[in-house]
């Protein structure tokens, strides 16, 4: 099998060596580069540079897009900034590759449509990374969601939250394509995490209201902070589902609530845990820990489903009609801030730009 791997920032770097770890020398790593940063980065973010990452994978590198396709690669992993996607992207499926997209899928709708007719057409695999949706807690508040134990759903509560400057070690924040909207950056769409896990339990909001903007003393030009409050269905009712985002909190916060009329779930990433309250049981919770996980294992069960899409030629669980969902919500809430007013989901349709 052989790979093409669009970017080796500390993503790309993850997947050639979770490609390394499932495949062993069964694959040939390609990649397409224009940085050319030489320092292997590790698991933890580390970097390494006395060792060479092209070395270090077995990756043969390639400064010119058209020369790395013309070694007819399999699959390509879209792991460039995001507003580089879709031509990059584009280009690999008119060479016959599959996809895997790093999320977001791009930082507008333009050319969507077509990229999304291109798959169909050539009958491509396309997959978009959105790691969470393989995370046990995601997948125990799922399943306690789905029980109804809950009774009739209130309100959902999610917050993400960490110091952007302490993301990247290796890198100057400044330079990082979170931070830069020349690069698709800002932290709506960096964080989109959140928006996609909670459309796959929730399904998609019907219309959003935000707040954000650029609040903080960071030298960037995006946003830092945004708090969107979406309206929902489920079971025929309207549900509230409040999102808050920031580049800011120290130490790192990422959690998640959902109240009901019959009890609560509460969801802490950092921790592992996922806590059930019910009824006069309240006091003597349920605790789900997962204790232990290795964050690693997200992308290695990602991998691993990808390239099992791939050999049985079927549509992934987070294909890129999915993928394009989440984007739509995170541009309705760019819209919504940048118009300070309510935003109908239904205005946010496949091929126009973020701003129409």
């Not at 490609?19 to 940063?37: F, I, K, N």
């Not at 016959?96 to 899928?105: A, N, R, S, T």
């Not at 069960?301 to 079927?314: A, K, P, S, T, V």
């Amino acid at each position: 099998m052989k790979i093409l791997l669009v970017g080796l920032g500390g993503i790309g770097q993850r997947h050639a060596r979770n490609l390394r770890a499932l495949l062993g020398d069964r694959v040939e790593l390609l990649a397409y580069r224009v940085r050319r940063l030489p320092a292997l980065i590790t698991a933890k973010l580390d970097t390494l540079p006395d060792k060479d990452v092209e070395a270090e994978h077995k990756i043969r590198a390639f400064a010119d897009l058209d020369e790395a396709l013309r070694e007819k690669p399999d699959a390509a992993f879209i792991c460039n900034p995001s507003s580089l996607h879709m031509e990059v992207a584009r280009k690999c499926v008119q060479a016959g590759c599959d996809l895997f997209i790093e999320k977001p899928v791009s930082d507008s709708l333009d050319g969507i449509s077509e990229l999304l007719q291109m798959v169909e057409d050539g009958k491509r695999v396309a997959m978009v990374g959105y790691q969470l949706r393989f995370h046990p807690c995601v997948k125990q508040l799922a399943a306690v969601v789905k029980s109804g134990s809950l009774g009739r759903l209130l309100s959902v509560r999610a917050v993400v939250g960490e110091y952007l400057p302490g993301w990247h070690p290796y890198e100057d924040y400044r330079q990082m394509y979170a931070s830069r909207a020349d690069l698709g950056g800002g932290v709506i769409l960096s964080q989109i995490h959140e928006f996609d896990y909670l459309y796959s339990i929730f399904g998609l909001p019907q219309r959003l209201y935000s707040l954000g903007g650029h609040w903080s003393d960071l030298e960037i030009d995006v946003e830092d902070s945004a708090q969107t409050l979406m309206q929902c269905v489920v079971d025929g009712r309207p549900l509230p589902v409040h999102v808050a985002q920031d580049y800011l909190q120290r130490p790192p916060s990422r959690q998640c609530e959902v109240i009901g009329d019959q009890g609560k779930v509460v969801v802490d990433f950092h921790k592992l845990s996922v806590t059930v309250y019910q009824g006069a049981n309240a006091l003597t919770p349920t605790v789900h820990s997962f204790e232990g996980f290795d964050r690693n294992e997200l992308f290695l069960d990602e991998l691993r489903h990808f390239l099992d899409c791939i050999e049985r030629r079927q549509r992934p669980d987070v294909d890129l009609a999915a993928g394009v969902e989440s984007l739509r919500i995170a541009l309705a809430v760019k819209k919504s801030i940048a118009s300070r007013r309510l935003v109908e989901l239904s205005e946010m349709t496949v091929g126009a730009h973020a701003s129409n």
